[in-house]
């Protein structure tokens, strides 16, 4: 089994930042993929972004530029980085570790930007 465990999220103002961290623990293989999904309100959960365990990162075009994806390998910790951030931006951010054919999920952490 694996567990994520989020720290991170809040209410920030437009254009202001914030970090999400997620930190994975359990029975990790050397290769996996993890990453971030949200979830606003009335919408589908949609993906954010993703970095496997050799750097190779995805996002969505809607954060390109503004949100950095980024990992620790000896802490099992994945990070959201997120500048610029935008009204539309408010969600549940979920975090996720894929390996082989399994998914798990974290608890989802409210994120919110608003003046």
């Known amino acids: 089994q694996v567990q994520l465990v989020k720290s991170g999220g809040g209410l920030v103002q437009p254009g202001g930042s914030l970090r999400l961290s997620c930190a994975a623990s359990?029975?990790?293989?050397?290769?996996?993929?993890m990453g971030w999904y949200r979830q606003a309100p009335g919408k589908e959960r949609e993906l954010v972004a993703t970095?496997?365990?050799?750097?190779?990162?995805n996002y969505a075009d809607s954060v390109k530029g503004r949100f950095t994806i980024s990992r620790d390998s000896a802490k099992k910790t994945v990070y959201l980085q997120m500048n610029s951030l935008k009204p539309e931006d408010t969600a549940i951010y979920y975090c996720?570790?894929?390996?082989?054919?399994?998914?798990?999920w974290g608890q989802g952490t409210q994120v919110t930007v608003s003046s």
């Open positions: 996720t570790l894929r390996q082989l054919t399994q998914e798990y």
């Open positions: 359990g029975s990790i293989l050397s290769f996996n993929v």
């Open positions: 970095i496997t365990t050799t750097g190779t990162t």
